[in-house]
Nanobody, 125 residues
């Protein structure tokens, strides 16, 4: 079965950086677009970024554009989220996700079929 395992979360001061990783198994990784979402306490799950199967196309939420970078390594079945200039409002559980026919610009969680368990990112001000 499809498994997505996130890692790299932690506690960081405002202005700092973190790199999240998501290792995928149980699927032909290079055939799938991949996305990152986050959920802050008391809020709905929020789209962060997505990348096409080839890595050529990316898309970002306005709230992270210019600070976060999504990338992937198809040889390692892994997608990354480099987060720079972190702010307290970036505090959330971060999830990677994928879907059988999910477009890079599709921001709806319901369009994604498979989810990881999440990794906590806490930004202290």
């Amino acid at each position: 079965q499809v498994q997505l395992v996130e890692s790299g979360g932690g506690l960081v001061q405002a202005g700092g950086s973190l790199r999240l990783s998501c290792a995928a198994s149980g699927l032909t990784f290079s055939n799938y677009n991949m996305g990152w979402f986050r959920r802050a306490p008391g809020l709905e799950r929020e789209y962060v970024a997505a990348i096409s199967w080839s890595g050529v196309s990316t898309n970002y939420a306005d709230s992270v554009k210019g600070r976060f970078t999504i990338s992937r390594d198809n040889a390692k079945n892994t997608v990354y989220l480099q987060m720079n200039g972190l702010r307290s409002e970036d505090t959330a559980v971060y999830y990677c996700a994928t879907g059988r026919r999910t477009g890079v610009r599709d921001t709806r969680p319901s369009s994604y079929n498979y989810w990881g368990q999440g990794t906590q990112v806490t930004v202290s001000s």
